[in-house]
Nanobody
């Protein structure tokens, strides 16, 4: 059984930083892809960024480019999202997602595995 478990969410002031982690179990994603999405009430889940397991290439949404960084540790089967210079509009539930193949997708349908989400709240 594949499980993705996020951690690291919380409350932070605007301009601050948070680091989210996602630990995968049940299978390895070292040659697959892992991604972060976020969702606010009443809105669709939004792509944040993605990292390919085979070559480590990262792609980010324009709204977070230059502020967020995704990294992964294939040996530990984990992926992290470092969020700097946070803004109130970054407030959302953040989800970790994974797929077995290395190809990127900005769509939720592109990922077979999902975590339960972790709340990030940025106060102004």
């Amino acid at each position: 059984q594949v499980q993705l478990v996020e951690s690291g969410g919380g409350l932070v002031q605007a301009g601050g930083s948070l680091r989210l982690s996602c630990a995968a179990s049940g299978r390895t994603f070292s040659t697959g892809s892992m991604a972060w999405f976020r969702q606010t009430p009443g809105k669709e889940r939004e792509f944040v960024g993605h990292i390919r397991g085979d070559v480590g290439i990262t792609v980010y949404a324009d709204s977070v480019k230059g502020r967020f960084t995704i990294s992964r540790d294939n040996a530990r089967n984990t992926v992290a999202l470092q969020m700097n210079n946070l803004k109130p509009e970054d407030t959302a539930v953040y989800y970790c997602a994974a797929r077995a193949t290395p190809f990127m997708s900005r769509l939720t349908d592109g990922y077979a595995y999902w975590g339960q989400g972790t709340q990030v709240t940025v106060s102004s």
